[in-house]
């Protein structure tokens, strides 16, 4: 099977192929140049490199949110104007879910942390064995909130949890804030996975194609949880 990953949830842009359960090809940039610019690229130069034509591929996976609204709106006309023209499905992959798939076998709570600013974040908790386990959906938060969360679950369903492991571009904005209120031993990811990943993406994509959780590209549409800034100030100024 092979699968395109493509995540543009924030300000990481990366693409990826997996060819049975192998990464063939990553390219992850984190820098200033938008994900217009960057996209469609470094799809081209990964399936250049990995010698799989588009054609070939069995389905696309996105991030499909939360995140950045300008991003996922890119992410989201790549993904189906790719799947339009190769007719091949789209694996839409929770924002949350595929960050917290970055930690697949970590003790303890996930809790990735997506900035959305106004003191909140995008977030869910997790658990990451074999699969991922959702103990709390995705949703925006305000970040005392979610340290609050956090430490009511050091038991969940009678199971104690030694640990929390922080990842995203949300805990370095807000970890004065985590670091001061939480009160279960926690630690944040490494860099090499502490932002989003088109492997992950791409990797937890598959096992959700398998669960036949994919749509077709007319009907697959990204997952903003919140109206964007530029509609919420319309309907202030309506009101």
Known sequence: MKILGIDSSGMVASVAIIQDDVIKAEYTMNHKKTHSETL????????KTSEIRLEELDAIAIAA????FTGLRIGAATAKGLAMAIDKPIIPVKTCEGLAFNMWGADGLIVPMIDARRNQVYTGIYQVKGNVEVLMD??????HELVEKVNEMATFDG?????VTFLGDGFPIYEDVIWKEIKLPCKTAPASISRQRAASVATYGEILYKEKKFVNADDFAPEYLRKSQAERVRDEKSN
């Open 40 to 47: 469609l690229p470094m799809i081209d130069e990964i399936v």
């Open 65 to 68: 949110g939360p995140g950045s």
């Open 138 to 143: 995705q949703t925006p938060m305000d970040i």
């Open 159 to 163: 199971k104690p949890f030694s640990e």
